[in-house]
C-alpha cells in the first residue's frame, strides 16, 4: 500500500524558498542541540557550532527577499510550505517534551 501524497507545495519565490529551507535548517539544528532531547554534549557542541552558520543563512534569505523588494512575508503560504516539509515535526523538536 502506498503512503498517503502529500499535498503540493504553494507557489514561492526563490527568496521565500531558500527562506523556508534556511528556517528549517535552523530548527533542525536547534532540536539537535535542545538540552531536553540530546543525550551527548558533543553531538549538542557540535549542533551549537552549526547554528551559527545557519542562523547566517537565514539572516541572508532574508535579506535578500527585503533587496528584491519582498517586504511582506505571506504566513498563510509560507505555513502551507512549512507543513509540507515536515516542519511541525521538526518543529517539535525544539520543544520540551511532555512530562
Known amino acids: 500500500m502506498l503512503p498517503p501524497e ?6 514561492l519565490t526563490r527568496a521565500e524558498c531558500r527562506l523556508v529551507d534556511a528556517y528549517l535548517d ?26 551559527a552558520g ?8 532574508l535579506e535578500l ?6 517586504n511582506e512575508l505571506h504566513a498563510a503560504t509560507l505555513a502551507t510550505a512549512l507543513r509540507v516539509l515536515d516542519g ?7 520543544t520540551v517534551p511532555p512530562g
Request: hydrophobic share 40%; aromatic share 2%; charged share 30%.
Open 26 to 51: 535552523v530548527l533542525d539544528v536547534l532540536g539537535r542541540v535542545n538540552p531536553a532531547r540530546c543525550e551527548h554534549t558533543y553531538g549538542a557542541l557540535r549542533a551549537a557550532q552549526a547554528l
Open 88 to 94: 511541525e515535526r521538526r518543529s517539535s523538536l525544539v
Open 54 to 61: 545557519k542562523a547566517a543563512e537565514l539572516r541572508d534569505a
Open 6 to 11: 502529500l499535498p503540493p507545495l504553494p507557489a
Open 65 to 70: 527577499m527585503h533587496e528584491r523588494g519582498e
